[in-house]
Every structure is written in C-alpha cells, then in structure tokens.
T-cell receptor, first 112, second 112 residues
Framework: GAGVSQTPSNKVTEKGKYVELRCDPISGHTALYWYRQSLGQGPEFLIYFQGTGAADDSGLPNDRFFAVRPEGSVSTLKIQRTERGDSAVYLC??????????FGPGTRLTVL | QQQVKQSPQSLIVQKGGISIINCAYENTAFDYFPWYQQFPGKGPALLIAIRPDVSEKKEGRFTISFNKSAKQFSLHIMDSQPGDSATYFCAASMEGAQKLVFGQGTRLTINP
C-alpha cells in the first residue's frame, strides 16, 4: 500500500509569508507526527496527533506554528510570518497502535 | 538537554567489514529504541528496533545490542556493502505511540 505522502516536496517562500505543509498518513494509522530536521541534524519532534486531537504539542517552537488534523487523517502544518530560521525539512510520520513510525519524504522549506 | 547521544558523527568502513554505531540515553522511562536509515533527499526509514527486555535483536545483517544498566545501545552492520552508505539515526521513545527523540546521526560510508 501507499506510504506517507507529503506535499509540496519543496517550498520556497519569502520572510514574513504564511505557508501550509500537507501530510497524508498511511491509511488507517491513527497517530500522526510532525518533525523538523535541520541540515546535518536528527529530526526534532514538533507535534503528535492521536485521531483529530493534538495529544502532545510540546515541540512547537512558538505560536507561529500550528497544526490541524480535522478528520483524523490528513494533517496540515501551518507556519505564520515565516523567518529564515524556519528553513528546514519538515517530516511527517504515522503509526498504528504501536511505536513504529513510518516517515514521509519530507517537505524542504526555504525561507529567503 | 540532549537525551540521546550518538557516536561517531561519521564512519568509513571497507566493504565486507563491520560497521558499529553507538548511542547512549538518559531517560530511564524510554522503552523503545529504533534505528532509522536515511538516504539524501529521503525520509528516515525504520531499520530495526528493540525493547529493553532483550539484550540483542538480529535481522539479516543488522543487529542491535542493548545494555540496560549502562543505558547504551548499538547498531552493528555485518558484511557492510556500498549500498549501506547512508546516515543512520538512533532514537528512543516511551510506552505507546509517543514522540521519538533522535540522536544526532552518523554518516556511514562504505568503500568498495
């Protein structure tokens, strides 16, 4: 079956603009995660959804970052007033009942 | 506070040799320890994972060794091949579908 998909694969924006990044999890997976990976670093946790609700948003760096999952499937990560420091690869992962998380290819965000 | 420390940062191994990557963790509540493999431009892919009730798990050429008292675990790649050249990340999480805490990564190069 299909894996986790993310769109767009690349996004270039200007400082101060608003961006939305989309994640389509593996069908039937109830848990969805967003991570951010800076160049040469390991992924860092941002937020975790169980169904439609955010079970843990402790990794969101500030209130410019927000994520939703209104129907318990597709999720959108929203970043307001982007800054150059937001440039990174944003990864989405999904899992079923257990711990195994399956990652998508990521969205490379570049803020000019 | 970095909760999972990974070493070395980079590793060069000859084809057919054994690649060894080490990780140490601090939080004794962690009970799930996966290793991920990441190729350039791709998302991390789950390679193998272990729980603290066993000291070793082997899948093909990949083995995880786990030392609960030392709070350390390692990945061994036997008969390393050029196709194994990638960045490897260890990670840890707690019971249930919880966020992963990643190490800094090891860039592995297998020379032919």
């Amino acid at each position: 079956g299909a894996g986790v998909s993310q769109t767009p694969s690349n996004k270039v924006t200007e400082k101060g603009k608003y961006v939305e990044l989309r994640c389509d999890p593996i069908s039937g997976h109830t848990a969805l995660y967003w991570y951010r990976q800076s160049l040469g670093q390991g992924p860092e946790f941002l937020i975790y959804f169980q169904g439609t609700g955010a079970a843990d948003d402790s990794g969101l760096p500030n209130d410019r970052f927000f994520a939703v999952r209104p129907e318990g499937s597709v999720s959108t990560l929203k970043i307001q007033r982007t800054e150059r420091g937001d440039s990174a690869v944003y990864l989405c992962a999904s899992s079923s009942q257990g711990n195994e998380q399956f990652f998508g290819p990521g969205t490379r965000l570049t803020v000019l | 506070q970095q909760q999972v420390k990974q070493s070395p940062q980079s590793l060069i191994v000859q084809k057919g040799g054994i690649s060894i990557i080490n990780c140490a963790y601090e939080n004794t509540a962690f009970d799930y320890f996966p290793w991920y493999q990441q190729f350039p431009g791709k998302g991390p892919a789950l390679l193998i994972a272990i729980r603290p009730d066993v000291s070793e798990k082997k899948e093909g050429r990949f083995t995880i060794s786990f030392n609960k008292s030392a709070k350390q675990f390692s990945l061994h790649i036997m008969d390393s091949q050029p196709g194994d050249s990638a960045t490897y990340f260890c990670a840890a999480s707690m019971e249930g579908a919880q966020k992963l805490v990643f190490g800094q990564g090891t860039r592995l190069t297998i020379n032919p």
